[in-house]
C-alpha cells in the first residue's frame, strides 16, 4: 500500500488529526495535505512515517 493509504487509514483508526500527525511524525504539519496534492515522500520520508506508525501502534 502507498505512503498516504497507510497514513490515512491510521489518521482514521486513531482520530488524530492530520496536522498533528505531520508535526509528530516528521516535523511538517502540512505533510498529509501535501501528500494528497501529489508530494512524492523519499525514501528516508517513508521510513520516518513507517517508523512513527509502528511505534504508535505497536
Known amino acids: ?5 497507510v497514513i490515512e487509514r491510521y489518521l482514521k483508526d486513531s482520530q488524530m488529526p492530520e496536522t498533528k500527525f505531520g508535526r509528530l511524525a516528521v516535523n511538517d504539519p502540512r ?3 501535501d501528500l494528497r496534492k501529489g508530494r ?5 520520508m517513508i521510513e520516518r512515517v513507517t517508523r512513527f506508525i509502528a ?3 505497536a
Not at 512524492?40 to 528516508?44: Q, R
Open 1 to 5: 500500500m502507498e505512503l498516504l493509504g
Open 31 to 33: 505533510l498529509v495535505s
Open 40 to 44: 512524492e515522500p523519499g525514501p528516508s
Open 55 to 57: 511505534g504508535k501502534t
